[in-house]
Structures are given as structure tokens and as C-alpha cells.
């Protein structure tokens, strides 16, 4: 259908975790499993998930008991569990992405590392493009690092705007390498320092949308919504079997412990830096022209899906509390399914 400049085969996916199989593959060959790679850096995000987590043990007022219970939560009671198992080119992107969100966390918090928050959110972008917008909870840390009132702290920033600038200058110089980097090879592969590749895509389902509604656009914003918000489980009685919808399924679903995060017992200093950065990662995969099929629930979602949980942390609520164990136990529930069920979705289309 379309053809690059020079007329060759390229991958038009972000390359970072190419570049992390890189040895392997050198050493294995075409031997070299992702699958087991991926659940390597699953379990390496869990791991600094919890760390990370330790780490904000003064802003969230949890024990290690329920940062242990909260790691494992990401782990195996959301989507992040469903990617973590399968491989391949999307699903290890969102899981390495995870791992890469969680390292420029533990950096940006009060901006105390510009450098490696740079360097570490240029990683999760070449990983995974929508990270590139969670820059905006290192601005808001650099910006407003200490509780009370946003307005009297920007207020404050009039007389004290030269620390914040030489943070952002450090988090620029850190994140610029890599980024140069992406710059120079989209040049010499497409001929722009902006073209990633996906208007050469070769003879795929989203074509036609892409030729006439480009990449974004508000028309795919209610398909989208749909796929992350409006499709349940399907109960079918003959015979008797639970199904689930491949183009996605409600976050309420895959995940009702978010309920929590909209009725929180407390809202702590980085209640709005992390709901703020929810929305605006969010958006991207809300107004792309692919909702994420073939999937079990939306997998975009766990994109931001770690700083989901932390706002679960810093709600406050009880983990002993009836109604967030239940939610806890279905998230658990839900997801193990998506586990198991993938197996027979991939005879589907095996098959097919």
C-alpha cells in the first residue's frame, strides 16, 4: 500500500525493548524466548513497584504488609497480569513500560532526581509512545513540591522560579540523548525527525481509518470509550459459558478497586500530580485510530495503571475494609481469567 523512502521493511513500534533483547538475541538467536523475557521484567516491575512504594511510605501511610499487598495487587489483579504472560511486540511494550514508570517515579518524586527522571521517561517513551505525557508529574513536582495550596505554592514559585527552572533543565538534559536519538533514526529510516513509521503500515485492518482520519481524532474517541468503559462479560447459557468481548472490557470490571480512587478517606499532597497525570496519559489511546482488539479488557489502560494503584495507596483505605476486599478479590478473580482464557483465544486464531 505505501512504502517508505528507501524502500525496505521497518518496524514502526517504539524501539527500546528491542534494544534491551538486543544481547540475548545475540547470544540465543532466533531461540530467544520473549515470552520468558517478559515475565522477567513483569516480575522486575512488580519488585520496583514495591520499592517504590517503600519509598512513599511518609506520603501514603502504609505498612510493608499492605505495600506488599498493593505490589501484588498490580501484579495479578489487573491487565498488567494478562500482558505479562503473553509476549509479543504490544504486550511486552506495556509490561516493560511499567517497569520503566515505576524508575522515573521513585526519580521525579519532588523532583530530587532530574537527570534519571529525564532519562528513565525517555526509556518508558521509546517504550511506549503515550508515556512521553507523564512527564507532567515531574513539572507539577518540580513546580509545587510541598503540600497545601497549589495557588499559594505557584504564587511562591514567582520568587524561587529559578530552582524549578535548573530541575526542568536537568529532567530535559537527562531525557535528551534518547530522545535525539529517536530523532536521528526516524531521519534516516523515513526522512523526518517526527515520521515513527506507522502512515508506511503495509496492508493492516486500520488503513482505511488512518487514510481518512489520520492516526488521532475525535471520531474514534466513542469506539474507544466503549472498549474501556461499556462492554461486559457475556453470559451465554447454551451451553452455559462466560465470554468476554475481544475489542476490550469496562475498567470497572477488570479493575473495581478504581472505584475507590473517586470516593478516597484522604487527599494528600499528590492526589491531583497523579490524577492530572492519569488524564493525560489517558488520552492518547481515548483518540487513536486502534482500541486495542485482539485483548482481554483495555489493554492501553495499563499505561497508566501503576499511578492508579498509587492513588489507591494514598486514598487511605483500609485493606481490611469488607467492600474494598471484595473489590480486591474480584480484581484477583477477573484477571486470572484473562490469564487462562487467553489460551483459547489463541487457538481462535490459530485456527482462523
Known amino acids: 500500500r505505501h512504502s517508505p523512502p528507501a524502500a525496505h521493511w521497518y518496524s514502526s513500534f517504539p524501539w527500546f525493548p528491542s534494544l534491551v533483547m538486543l544481547p540475548f538475541v545475540a547470544i540465543n538467536g532466533l531461540q530467544f524466548n520473549d515470552t520468558s523475557f517478559n515475565v522477567f521484567i513483569a516480575a522486575l516491575a512488580v519488585a520496583l513497584f514495591f520499592s517504590l512504594l517503600r519509598s512513599l511510605s511518609d506520603e501514603t501511610q502504609r505498612t510493608t504488609r499492605e505495600n506488599l499487598v498493593l505490589a501484588a495487587l498490580l501484579a495479578f489483579g489487573t491487565l498488567f497480569f494478562y500482558c505479562s504472560i503473553r509476549g509479543e511486540v504490544w504486550f511486552a511494550a506495556l509490561t516493560m513500560g511499567v517497569a520503566l514508570t515505576c524508575l522515573y517515579v521513585r526519580c521525579a518524586i519532588r523532583a530530587q532526581r532530574p537527570v534519571l527522571a529525564g532519562l528513565f521517561l525517555s526509556m518508558a517513551t521509546l517504550t511506549r509512545a503515550p508515556l512521553l505525557f507523564a512527564g507532567l508529574f515531574f513539572v507539577l513536582e518540580a513546580v509545587c513540591p510541598e503540600p497545601g495550596s497549589r495557588l499559594e505554592q505557584?504564587?511562591?514559585?514567582?520568587?524561587e522560579w529559578k530552582a524549578a527552572a535548573k530541575k526542568l533543565a536537568w529532567f530535559v538534559a537527562g531525557a535528551s540523548p534518547l530522545g535525539l536519538a529517536a530523532a536521528a533514526y526516524n531521519k534516516y529510516r523515513f526522512g523526518s525527525f517526527g515520521e515513527f513509521g506507522h502512515r508506511f503500515l503495509y496492508f493492516n485492518r486500520v488503513n482505511a481509518d488512518i487514510d481518512k482520519f489520520g492516526l488521532f481524532n475525535v471520531h474514534y474517541l466513542a469506539r474507544n470509550l466503549d472498549s474501556a468503559f461499556l462492554k461486559f462479560p457475556d453470559l451465554h447459557f447454551n451451553p452455559l459459558r462466560l465470554g468476554y468481548d475481544p475489542n476490550g472490557m469496562s475498567l470497572v470490571v477488570t479493575m473495581p478497586f478504581i472505584l475507590f480512587l473517586l470516593i478516597p478517606k484522604a487527599r494528600p499532597r499528590l492526589h491531583w500530580p497523579l490524577w492530572l497525570t492519569v488524564a493525560i496519559v489517558a488520552l492518547p489511546g481515548l483518540f487513536y485510530q486502534n482500541n486495542g482488539y485482539m485483548q482481554f479488557g483495555f489493554r492501553f489502560s495499563v499505561d497508566y495503571t501503576p499511578f492508579l494503584v498509587l492513588l489507591f495507596a494514598i486514598g487511605r483505605w483500609?485493606?481490611?475494609?469488607?467492600?474494598?476486599?471484595?473489590?480486591?478479590?474480584?480484581?484477583?478473580?477477573?484477571?486470572?481469567w484473562g490469564v487462562f482464557a487467553f489460551h483459547g483465544y489463541s487457538e481462535m486464531v490459530h485456527r482462523w
Open 154 to 159: 505557584i504564587r511562591k514559585l514567582r520568587s
Open 318 to 336: 483500609s485493606l481490611e475494609d469488607l467492600w474494598v476486599e471484595l473489590a480486591l478479590a474480584v480484581s484477583l478473580l477477573v484477571n486470572l
